[in-house]
């Protein structure tokens, strides 16, 4: 026991090296030096390892020649971004340094996400297409069918640039017989947004082109800028005139080619889309004629065999007009005689109508009934007369018991009802003075008297009472 106390209570072993950090506050304390020592920090590189779970979240890398760094875009962010970027894009971001914790990565949590170098024109560019395309400017349902023969062909581009020799140079060669107008406008720079506008509206005023090629060459994204304006798109999409795009090169997409009613890649495929190839239809005019050289053979054949078929066949026509004469003739004798019969049955079923409607005619229904209404109206009147004798004795014997139980009957014996000046009965006289004024009313008057004298008498049945 001594040996155990001893144990326990001897000093605690003091590790002389420092104090180790756990991972956890190694990590914590490097991000928050990392946060605290970048706000905010543009980058701008390649897009790399682009990914997009369920979680709506977005995980890249950016790197450059010699480094990247993982980025991390959550969906509260990128929901604010036009066009989701691509494995390879260059872009510049916006976003805050720090480092993930339960893995120890270094990396940026991105607010903001652009096309690198051009990236406002970019922007602008898919801002005005996402919101013309809400409009339904490019809906393939209201695009005009073109012409598949243009009679007169349009075009809305610049006078000395290589689009309108390249446009003239296919159609000389193709068709040289369709008339080409020329609306010259400038296509490069600030002021040609209006004149592109301009030269389509004239073109309109014109009303001699059935189809109108608006475009330009090549050139860079700044260069081709004007018909990304919306003025121009909305001038497309209100003309009247089935109108092709064609401008810059292949790889050049514009949004005038999502306006438009056919999108060329070049000025030079724009006229070998719209005008037909002459020497396909000198072939086509050929074949045609061969073809209708030929038919006409097998139908000239054909009608001499039909009428050498018809000439063997052929009979005389008074023959034939005897035989349908007499056709004639029997027909209307079986219809004359079709026609007796069926009026014969139609008589047959009159007369027979005509019996059965007389032995159910109304005429005794309504005798019968008249006499037995004049008989029940001899009844009703004896029965009223009866009714109306036994109403009169009735009437006759209650006016006989009233007479008996009336006050006027018994006026009529000698009696009186005498009264008050207020009209009150009095019943005993025992009330009045001489001089008292009343009233007496007898069987046919009433009598006014003054009071003279009033002498008590006496009464047998108040005696017997008492």
């Known amino acids: 026991m001594d040996e155990y106390r001893t144990a326990r209570t001897a000093p605690a072993f003091q590790d002389p090296r420092p104090r180790a950090l756990s991972v956890s506050e190694l990590n914590h304390q490097a991000r928050h030096l990392l946060e605290s020592s970048f706000m905010q920090v543009w980058v701008e590189g390649e897009l790399s390892g682009f990914s997009r779970p369920s979680s709506g979240h977005w995980y890249f890398s950016l790197k450059d020649r010699k480094c990247q760094v993982r980025c991390a875009m959550f969906r509260g962010a990128n929901q604010r971004v036009r066009t989701p970027p691509r494995e390879g894009d260059q872009v510049r971001i916006r976003g805050k340094v720090t480092l993930y914790e339960n893995r120890g990565d270094f990396q940026i949590i991105v607010e903001h996400l652009e096309p690198a170098g ?58 040289p017989a369709i008339p080409v107008t020329l609306y010259p406008t400038a296509v490069q720079g600030k002021a040609a947004t209006a004149d592109i506008v301009q030269a389509i509206e004239r073109a309109q005023a014109h009303g001699v082109a059935d189809v109108l090629i608006v475009g330009r060459g090549g050139g860079s994204l700044e260069d081709l800028w004007c018909f990304n304006e919306e003025a121009v798109a909305r001038a497309l999409a209100n003309c009247q005139i089935p109108t092709v795009s064609a401008v810059g090169h292949e790889v050049d997409v514009t949004i005038a080619d999502f306006v438009a009613d056919l999108r060329a890649p070049t000025p030079s495929a724009a006229a070998e889309k719209i005008s037909p190839d002459q020497q396909h239809w000198l072939r086509r005019i050929n074949e045609q004629q061969l073809r209708l050289a030929q038919a006409a053979q097998r139908v000239i054949r054909r009608m001499g065999t039909q009428v050498e078929h018809l000439s063997a066949r052929l009979r005389d026509p008074r023959r034939e007009l005897q035989e349908k004469a007499q056709r004639m003739d029997e027909l209307e004798l079986r219809l004359n005689k079709i026609m007796g019969q069926r009026l014969e049955r139609l008589r047959v079923r009159s007369d027979h109508a005509g019996q059965r409607l007389a032995m159910q005619s109304p005429i005794r229904q309504l005798v019968s009934s008249s006499e037995a209404l004049n008989r029940a109206r001899e009844r009703l009147g004896a029965a009223f007369e009866l009714h109306l004798k036994r109403r009169r004795d009735q009437l006759e014997h209650a006016a006989q018991t009233l007479h008996v139980v009336s006050p006027l009957a018994t006026l009529g014996r000698g009696y009186a009802i005498v009264r008050d000046p207020e009209n009150q009965i009095i019943r005993d006289a025992s009330g009045l003075e001489p001089g008292d004024r009343i009233n007496a009313r007898v069987a046919r008057a009433d009598i006014s008297a003054e009071v003279v004298s009033v002498t008590p008498i006496n009464d047998p049945s108040e005696k017997a009472q008492n």
């Open 118 to 175: 051009l990236g406002e024109l970019q922007l602008a560019y898919e801002q005005l297409k996402q919101k013309l395309q809400a409009e339904g400017l490019f809906d393939p349902a209201r695009k005009k069918p073109l012409p598949t023969t243009p009679r007169h062909i349009g075009v809305v581009t610049s006078p000395t640039g290589a689009a309108i020799h390249d446009i003239l140079t296919v159609l000389a060669r193709r068709c």
